[in-house]
């Protein structure tokens, strides 16, 4: 079955910038999403569409996309920032997938 | 403003059957497609099923057979349908909007299948 993998844990420093990576075969040809959760809260979208960003989602957050890699940056981390974070696609069947997350630690 | 509140869930024998249903306000439920997705105990994020505006079912492999999705526009209510419940379904259930990408998330039911 199709996956998209993440790497399990990041750190950094506030004020510094973190990457979460996201791979999968599709993601070429299938939007990625990103989500943000925060323990015992429901997951809020933070990227649609590879890179465009909700309203109400501070400028500090981005997407990008190249070839099988889409990428969430997070610009001027913040303590508040530390949480769960997941990318979202679709296999080239249409059947969505999350990635495994990835635990954003902030030092 | 827009709001999902689900309810149903609880503690269930495995092979039993339970009925999860979300609430919706704030918006035009007609319009959105709707999503459930669950969340096991440290797991990631699991697409259980969603449901078209027309009223079309989608379902992963792994689901498929077991979970039936369905909406009431008229009551602007979303459901799900688990039957032949396993240790396994155990999670937080999700009823999730559709615009671009899952916009909104309702707080979540937690199913427990468990004897």
């Known amino acids: 079955s199709y996956e998209l993998t993440q790497p399990p844990s990041v750190s950094v420093s506030p004020g510094q910038t973190a990457r979460i990576t996201c791979s999968g075969d599709?993601?070429?040809?299938?939007?990625a999403f990103w989500y943000q959760q925060k323990p015992g809260q429901a997951p809020v979208m933070l990227i649609y569409?590879?890179?465009e960003r909700p309203s109400g989602i501070p400028e500090r957050f981005s997407g990008s996309s190249s070839g099988t890699t889409v990428t969430l940056t997070i610009s001027g981390v913040q303590a508040e920032d530390e949480a769960d974070y997941y990318c979202q696609s679709a296999d080239n069947s249409g059947s969505w997938v999350f990635g495994g997350g990835t635990k954003l630690t902030v030092l | 403003e827009v709001q999902l509140v689900e309810s149903g869930g609880g503690l269930v024998q495995p092979g039993g059957s339970l009925r999860l249903s979300c609430a919706a306000s704030g918006f035009t439920f007609s319009n959105f497609d709707m999503y459930w997705i669950r969340q096991g105990k440290g797991r990631s994020l699991e697409w259980v099923s969603s449901?078209?505006?027309?009223?079309?079912?989608y379902y992963p492999g792994s689901m498929k057979g077991r979970f039936t999705i369905s909406r009431d526009n008229a009551n602007n209510s979303l459901y799900l349908q688990m039957n032949s419940l396993r240790a396994g379904d155990t999670a937080v259930y999700y009823c999730?909007?559709?615009?671009?990408?899952?916009?909104?998330w309702g707080q979540g039911t937690l199913v427990t299948v468990s004897s």
């Open positions: 599709a993601l070429p040809k299938q939007y």
């Open positions: 569409k590879d890179s």
């Open positions: 999730a909007r559709g615009g671009n990408g899952l916009d909104y």
């Open positions: 449901i078209a505006t027309a009223g079309d079912p």
